[in-house]
Structures are given as structure tokens and as C-alpha cells.
């Protein structure tokens, strides 16, 4: 039986026969136009032809031997310090013997708004911290990191330079705004008051809520009373 391959070339071996005895010019684009087209199809199949036999030759090469992985778990890194200038956020890493591992070995990604590093095969385990929402946007191009001896730091640029970060991350910035009691200058300052026993209320244990409900009776009675002390 013959192949498709083989079909193909008989159709435009047929086609040229047919296209040499064609008088009429109509008939001649439409041969021609068969002709091109049986032509892409050949050299498509011929193409195939050839990467399927050099595929058969690639799966018959031995496997390459692929080298133990030496490297441990991965540790996540919690404790970092930092500080500022005009230009720069700083973070401060330490891990001992950082210094000593090969320059590609220790990697940092930058984001606008974040960064990971990435210190892989140090004294047999990779050290990862990824730290993400910054407070502000930071200069990709600009930021940086430099190794130095027990200690990673990372340089993030600031977009809007010559302004000041109270906090590294936004979510940090939030967790610090929620735990401060909200005072409202143009209230009663007493609403004040009541908000910050709420909250000491909510978070107190058992004997810190009696104590509350006890002094808030007395009050209660003390003014229904009218004899509040000023």
C-alpha cells in the first residue's frame, strides 16, 4: 500500500502532465494553484519525515546521568532588620557563612511593590524570604543586594525618594493602625474612654470583664443617683 507521501508525488507528477497539455489560460491557474499546493504538502510531510527519524534517534541516545541534588529543605526567614535613607529601604539578613557561597548562589527578585530572596546551598540548605506589599513602590532597576560577610543586604530603591516609611509592608502599617484606640477630637472625649474599655473588654479574660461590668454598674448607679464625683 502506498504512503500519503507517495500519493502526493504521483498527484504532481499527474498535475504537470495535465498543466504541459492546458491550452486554456483558466484551466492553467487552477493547475498551477493544484500544483503549489501538492508541492507544500510534500515538503510539509518530508519535514515531518525527518523529525520524527530524528526523534527515533534522540529516545535511542543513553539517559544523561543526572547529578544527586546535595542540597537540603528549604528555611524560611523570619528575623531581618531595617532601616532607611533618602534614596533606600534596608533590609538586613544574617547567615553565617553567607559570604562564602558562590555570587550566583544568592539571588534576589525585585517587584514594584515586593522582593524575594533566594540563598540556595548554604551548609547544605536554601534559605528563602519573600517579603510582599511594600509600603511604597520601589525602583526595580535601581534596587540591588550586596554580600557581605555573615550578612545579605537588600537595597530597595525608593520610587519617591526623600520620603519617609514608617513601616516596611502595608499589612504592617495596618496590624500597627488597628492595635491603637481611635480618638476623635471633635466627639465627647468621653466616647473616647468608652472605645478603649471596649477594646480591653474584648481582649480581657474573665476577671478583667467582671471587673469592667462592676466599675460600670457603680457608674451607672453613682449618676442615676446624682451624686457623680467631679
Known amino acids: 500500500m502506498a504512503s500519503a507521501l507517495e500519493e502526493l508525488q504521483k498527484d504532481l507528477e499527474e498535475v504537470k502532465v495535465l498543466l504541459e497539455k492546458a491550452t ?16 507544500t504538502e510534500i515538503k510539509n510531510k518530508m519535514q515531518q519525515k525527518s523529525q520524527r527519524k530524528a526523534e527515533l534517534l534522540e529516545n535511542e541516545k543513553p539517559a544523561a546521568v543526572v547529578a544527586p541534588i546535595t542540597t537540603g529543605y528549604t528555611v ?11 534614596k533606600f529601604v534596608k533590609i538586613y ?9 558562590p555570587t550566583e548562589n544568592v539571588q534576589v ?22 517579603v510582599n506589599n511594600l509600603l511604597k513602590p520601589i525602583s526595580v532597576e535601581g534596587s540591588s ?8 543586604l537588600i537595597l530597595c530603591r525608593k520610587k519617591a525618594e526623600n520620603t519617609r516609611w514608617d513601616y516596611l ?27 478603649v474599655l471596649k477594646k480591653i473588654y474584648e481582649d480581657g479574660d474573665d476577671d478583667m470583664k467582671r471587673t469592667i461590668n462592676k466599675a460600670w454598674v457603680e457608674s451607672r448607679e453613682k449618676q442615676a443617683k446624682g451624686d457623680t464625683e467631679f
Do not use: A
Open 109 to 130: 527578585h525585585f517587584t514594584e511593590r515586593s522582593f524575594d530572596l533566594l540563598v540556595k546551598n548554604l551548609n547544605g540548605k536554601n534559605y528563602s524570604m519573600i
Open 93 to 101: 539578613i544574617t547567615l553565617t557563612g553567607v559570604h562564602q557561597v
Open 169 to 195: 509592608t502595608q499589612v504592617e502599617k495596618e496590624c500597627k493602625e488597628k492595635e491603637k484606640p481611635s480618638y476623635d477630637t471633635e466627639t465627647d472625649p468621653s466616647e473616647g474612654l468608652m472605645n
Open 24 to 39: 486554456r489560460k483558466r484551466v492553467r491557474d487552477t493547475l498551477t494553484t493544484e500544483k503549489s499546493k501538492i508541492e
Open 145 to 152: 543586594k550586596k554580600v557581605k560577610t555573615d550578612t545579605v
Open 76 to 86: 524560611k526567614i523570619s528575623n531581618y532588620g531595617w532601616d532607611q535613607s533618602d
